[in-house]
């Protein structure tokens, strides 16, 4: 891809100045010297050549190489911009460029001032406008490499137009002047003060127009002061509502509030957990501000919960009923808790702006769930996340087994890594912590990473071990595997197991040897030597074997969604950045997806940008059907996928939570800059709203 660029850059300048040379052929002083810059613009049709090659031979690789959605554009659009113009120049302009050499060689001895129709045939438009279209079709290309039309837009084809229209202008330009210069009587002057004038206000002209849709785009940009979660753009996936609906949607522009269908509305406060009964456990979790000290003596200025970072690991058993109470003491922007991972009643979810409104200071707010799944979870504030959790608002969730399948022997570790500035830690320790563990002991290690930065490398030595499970599921059959990096992505967790032997086990974090837990029967000895340690990196998709699943591949889906990720050069709330997208937009133009309770639901997600994307669903697990187009062989649940740069994953989850529910990256730093969209339910609003006007502010 990088090479498509590089070449298209090079197409353009090798273009451009082949084009004003062209131009310039008409002011030859002389025969002599048209002849000799003929055959020098010659020469500049082949240059064009080399990176023209290039960029065309990259978009094949690529259509070799990768999923259509990779270069369905590159082919259909970057391809032709690029091939047209310069079959162009070999089709017109060379042949014309021929010819005018044949017919100035029998005077290329003599220094003669140019004849009038020696004149014209220099300035033929079909010997200039090709040249200086391949310029202009691969700056269009340039453009579209830089705001990929995928998935296409009407508003896409605006490029596409302008350069149709600015061909066109140049050919007409060029045959005036074509006409005039092969008139006798016309006296051709090199004039470059003029031309240098004409061409500067040229460029102020499209400089002021440039402003003009800058300035306009940055103004569309601001997010409303005020909007709630069913204004957007719907997504049906294709579903059965879509077609019976298509009458209404199509009146309304493809846009629609959730209030058009049939069901009586519900909204996201009714869809509480249980609000009577006594809670199996109570917990209280307190927002406030607090320096804590990390276990170098460093100092971290933190919110936290309960004056700690993380707040409080709250452990629970599967089944029984949690209540939470949050209170704000000191956290002006406002705070609340999210349970990620655990799929609770929309209700509970804690998200500003979309379930509830943000615990501003002084105020509390109480969570009631019954935790079905047993697993690794955690828990953070979805107000400002990205502020929030970077500076500590969040904590471990543990559900534990009912009891009576829980080993009580399991020595069960929960390692939350995090960076406090620049420092990473597990929790407050920012160097090696030492353990002692009885050899024959079963060791559970839950890693969360709770780090923007997007991956986090573990690297378990001195004993084989399982991956027991992914983001709270248990996999089925994990195989034992040793010598094997883990690499966890924001948002993600992993259990490892095995049995303690008698010798040293060391969980490195961050690839050295610096940070992580050494485990020993007396806690003493020395980090087992990984430095000959075997590079492979665990791969999800090839774990494990297939257990009991509700739903696969082959079964037959209600809805089918389509999510691309991608980069792209524009706005964001008034700022001109490399903005993150979903299917081509930021937050709120990224689409809604819409489902219907009970449906059987598929999303497609593909990452054509440059970057790592876990992408967080909220409320739900999604069963991970294929990478790549292979499937996964074992039975992986996830609610934070990690897509890597050119990965394909499909994706699977039944649609038996109503409510409304986030679906966005989990680099908190992308999701503030606009990644991020939500899923639907037909029939439930919210009465909660977001904006500057408002105090909710999720991201
Ligand atoms: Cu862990 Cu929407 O977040
Ligand atoms: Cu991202």
Sequence with gaps: MESELIGLLLLVIFAWIAGSKASRLVYSPNTERLHRKARKQLFWAGYILVPAAAVLTAIVLMILSLNSAFWQDRAFLHAPLVAIPVLSVFVMAVPKLVRLRKGTKAASEAEVPLEADVRGHSAEPGLIVPFQATALGALTAFYYSMSAPVPFQWDDTVP????????????????????????????????????????????????????????????????????????????????????????????????????????????????????????????????????????????????????????????????????????????????????????????????????????????????????????????????????????????????????????PKVKDITLMTHRWNETFAVSVSDSVERMSIEPGTPVRLRLVNTDDWVRQKYQLTGTPFQVSAIDGSDLHQPEVIENTLLELTTGGRYDITFVMPDTPVFMGIGGKNKLGLFMSPDGKGDIPDNSTVAATTFNPAAYGSTGPVPFHAASRFDRNFTMILDNKLGFYNGQFNNLYTINGEVFPDTPMFMVREGELVKTTIINRGAVDHPMHLHGHHMLVLSRNGKPVTGTWWSDTLDVLPGDTYEVAFRADNPGIWMDHCHNLVHAAAGMTMHLMYEGVTSPFTIGSATRNHPE
């Design 160 to 407: 596409l137009v302008l350069f149709l229209v600015a061909v066109a202008g140049l050919w007409v330009r060029h045959d005036r002047r074509y006409w005039k210069v092969s008139h006798p009587n016309t006296v051709v002057r090199y004039r470059p003060w003029v031309m240098l004038l004409r061409n500067l206000s040229v460029l102020i002209i499209v400089v002021l127009a440039a402003g003009g849709v800058f300035y306009v785009s940055m103004q569309n940009s601001r997010l409303p002061e005020q909007m709630d979660m069913m204004s957007g753009v719907v997504d049906y996936g294709g579903g059965a509502v879509a077609a019976a609906n298509d009458h209404a949607h199509h009146s309304s522009g493809n846009t629609s509030s959730s209030s058009a269908n049939s069901n009586p509305a519900v909204s996201v406060s009714q869809l509480t957990g249980p609000r009577t009964g006594t809670p199996d456990r109570k917990f209280t979790l307190t927002a406030e501000k607090a320096t804590v000290r990390l276990s170098s003596g460093k100092s971290v200025d933190a919110w936290t919960y309960n004056g700690q970072i993380p707040g409080p690991e709250l452990r629970i058993k599967q089944g029984e009923l949690i209540e939470v109470t949050l209170n704000n003491k000191d956290i002006e922007q406002g705070a609340t808790i999210h349970w990620h991972g655990l799929d609770v009643p929309n209700a509970e979810d804690g998200v500003a702006g979309v379930t509830q409104d943000s615990v501003m200071p002084g105020e509390t707010y109480t969570y009631r769930f019954v935790a079905e799944q047993a697993g690794t979870f955690w828990y953070h504030s979805h107000q400002q996340s990205k502020e929030a959790v970077q500076k500590g608002l969040f904590g471990a969730l543990i559900v534990e087994p009912k009891t009576d399948d829980m080993d």
